[in-house]
């Protein structure tokens, strides 16, 4: 499927790409030949020395600096501008890369797994590249059949639980369906991981930032009708415990971002990612330093039974761009509604790809889906960025990771943390205006 998307910079520039899975030279001289007609993307020098490795998950070729440069001198073309569209392609050509690997060494192991644990016999294997956890599509006879490979970190009970939620939502929400082995169970251990089979839902799944406003309306109702569904239909774990509230000290926050900045000063220039880790930490620390909020208020969010994790990459689309499917419930929780709202909405909106904006017409737009459905109160809708600011400002997941990806994601919730951090007023504000006459 390919369709225009469009990038927000600042939330005042504009300029249109078509869809983009592979990046080759052949593509990278079009978009720079484009500039002729086009407005000048405008970003950071320092990010325009990134280059995507091969080895990371990528399906992005790399592409030297000193070729942007050549072509730019060739094509008359501006060097910002070449530089910028450089940088934009290769990020949005990454696919996320799996946390762990797989205890699966070639097909031939997962054909013997599938074999012993299924009736079934696999004519084909593939992996897929979806989120953090190794996942593969295996074609037999008898149909096709996903296969998810969880992360260490998850026990038995929270995969179950997902598969309880699902047989919940199956009546009203569009989910996987669970394949039973030969024992009838819907969960096997191998090597020490956990996996599941589903059958193959077919559709598309669409990068994080290119949601077009029909598919944040559904995103945000979807949303809605998850968080009906679950009501008082399952006890999940509470995702903020008011213990994580009553509990909190700035001091020990500040004591890990000061851990990862040593960690990373001992990796040098090694590692070209470091110094901007070191950096996001130290501004954090600032930030904590500052926050003199009373963090107990938001004990008074209405919380829901919500997905955990709901975002554009747990979502399939149709061939007539309809969700057909929500998927992977294992992180389900008890949590703020609209801690869920806004975290999907800056996942998925266009203007959010930097982390430096929020447009607060469209988000509104996003509220509105949700409460078609769903309840909330003024003092959710009034607390909401503030809240989230108050979550990433304490978190320091991404920055110390070991993948790539996941560094680059801690520094994008870094830059959204900062944004938030200059705006949460002003945010909270906006929705009291907005919403004011119409929530309790």
Known sequence: MSFDRSVKYG??????????????????????????AGELLEMAGATAQRQAKGDEGTFVHSVPHCYVRHLCRSLRTDLAFAEATWIFALTEGRTKMAMEK???????????????????????????????????????????????????????????????????????????????????????????????????????????????????????????RIHQGLKNQIVLPDGFPDIWFTSWKKERSIQKYKAICAQNEAKGHADSSAGQTIAACQRKIQLLNAYEEVVTKFMRLSKTNSH??????????????????????????YLPAVWEIIRSYTYSAEECLHGDCIDLESLCRYIDAYLTVGPLTLF?????????????????????????????????????????????????????????????
């Open 11 to 36: 939330c005042n520039r504009r300029v249109r790409f078509g869809a983009l899975r592979t990046v080759n030279f052949g593509y990278l001289e079009f978009l720079l030949a484009r500039n002729s």
């Open 102 to 224: 797989s205890v699966f060494h070639g097909e031939a192991m997962i054909r013997d797994f599938i074999t012993a644990h299924y009736d079934l016999h696999p004519t084909a294997i593939e992996k897929l590249d979806l989120g953090s956890a190794n996942c593969f599509k295996i074609s037999c006879d008898g149909g096709e059949f996903f296969l998810k490979e969880f992360q260490s970190k998850f026990d038995m009970e929270s995969i179950k639980r997902e598969i309880q939620v699902c047989d919940i939502l199956k009546s009203t929400i569009p989910t996987s369906v669970f394949v039973p082995n030969k024992q009838g169970e819907v969960v096997c251990q191998e090597n020490g991981h956990v996996f599941h089979l589903q059958t193959y839902i077919a559709g598309t799944v669409f990068r994080q930032h290119s949601y077009q406003p029909s598919q944040l309306n559904q995103e945000a109702v979807m949303l809605a």
């Open 308 to 333: 955990g994790d709901y975002n554009n990459l747990q979502i399939i689309f149709d061939e007539h761009e309809q969700i057909s499917a929500v998927i992977d419930f294992s992180s389900a929780a």
């Open 380 to 440: 959710d809708v009034v607390h909401m960025a503030e809240f989230y600011y108050y979550s990433l400002l304490r978190s320091t997941y991404g920055l110390n990771a070991k993948e790539a990806d996941l560094v680059e994601f801690g520094l994008w919730r870094t830059r959204l943390c900062i944004y938030l951090s200059e705006h949460y007023k002003e945010i909270g504000e906006y929705m009291y205006k907005n919403y004011a006459g119409q929530l309790a």
